[in-house]
């Protein structure tokens, strides 16, 4: 089992920034690949940002360059930096480890952009 944990949600303002954290306690988490979704009411859950064990990362469409997703093995923890946040990127996010073919989720944070 993969506990994970996010932080780092909440309001702002369009333009803003916010930096989402995604902590994975456990000895393996170097080789889980890990990722980033988001949902809103009434859509099925896309894909923000992925990245692998080996670093390679991917992004959805709607991206363009705004958010950046980064791990830090030592601390067990995936981070998704995001800038230039629109009221359409309102949802909540939740982070996403795959390991040796299981996926697990965390429950999600909020993330509002608004004025």
């Known amino acids: 089992q993969v506990q994970l944990v996010e932080s780092g949600g909440g309001l702002v303002q369009p333009g803003g920034s916010l930096r989402l954290s995604c902590a994975a306690p456990?000895?393996?988490?170097?080789?889980?690949?890990m990722g980033w979704y988001r949902q809103v009411p009434g859509k099925q859950r896309e894909l923000v940002a992925a990245i692998t064990s080996g670093f390679s990362t991917t992004f959805g469409d709607f991206v363009k360059g705004r958010f950046t997703i980064s791990r830090d093995n030592a601390k067990n923890t995936v981070y998704l930096a995001m800038n230039s946040l629109k009221p359409e990127d309102t949802a909540v996010y939740y982070c996403?480890?795959?390991?040796?073919?299981?996926?697990?989720w965390g429950r999600g944070t909020q993330v509002t952009v608004s004025s």
């Open positions: 996403n480890a795959v390991v040796t073919g299981s996926a697990y």
């Open positions: 456990g000895s393996i988490f170097r080789i889980y690949n």
